[in-house]
């Protein structure tokens, strides 16, 4: 599979089949994905896998957290801008009325639509959980970086036939994750990652988001 194909193949997966992943899998992954981009070689990132017991700790602990404080623990970290504008908030809200459209959710069924957003800390059901760590000293630059890692480990997953869903949501237990996992004053979880074997016959992955062609955001100088 080329580069081009796979990231057109891969997607934000939802829903994952019952079927565990070991630890040699993930490790692979991660051993391959620690070949990515790093300005000035920082290797800015760091990495917590979970799955078993840990993952179900995880999970209950979000449902508390979120539970004490529905605003969630955002912090200096908010997952979107304060005031999203056009055309940032229209992309944003037509991906979220299309996913919702998949479900067969409608817009006045709220309780529905909360149900199915809490399942991203149930990882949408994937057996394994990834979070990124980054230190707070670094800069703008090393957050590039760290996403950077965590394309190349989402393709690398695509490659091997597995699927991953970045998880910013995870941002709003970012405190509680930062205590459980024992983390040093400087670290902080930036988000986590969803990663298992897609299922086919579910309908939520079958969701494509749309693209802005090249001409929208692209200007050509020289040529």
Known sequence: MSVADTLKKRISTRAFLDKPLDAETVHA???DARWSPSGGNLQPWKVIAVAGSEKSALERLAVEAIM???K????????YP????DPYRARRYKIGEDMYALLGIPREDKGARLKWMSRNYQF????????FVIDKEMGN???AHVGMFMQSLALLAEERGLGTCMQE????ARDSLHKHFGLADNEVVYCGMALGYPDPDAAINQL??????VDEFTKFRGF
């Open 124 to 131: 949408f059901g994937a057996p394994v959980g990834l979070f």
């Open 208 to 213: 494509r988001s749309e693209r802005a062609s």
């Open 169 to 172: 949501a995870w941002g709003m």
């Open 29 to 31: 992954l991660l051993d």
């Open 141 to 143: 630059g090393q957050w």
């Open 82 to 85: 304060e005031g999203l504008q």
């Open 68 to 70: 004490k404080n529905p």
């Open 72 to 79: 969630g623990e955002v912090g200096d970290y908010p997952i």
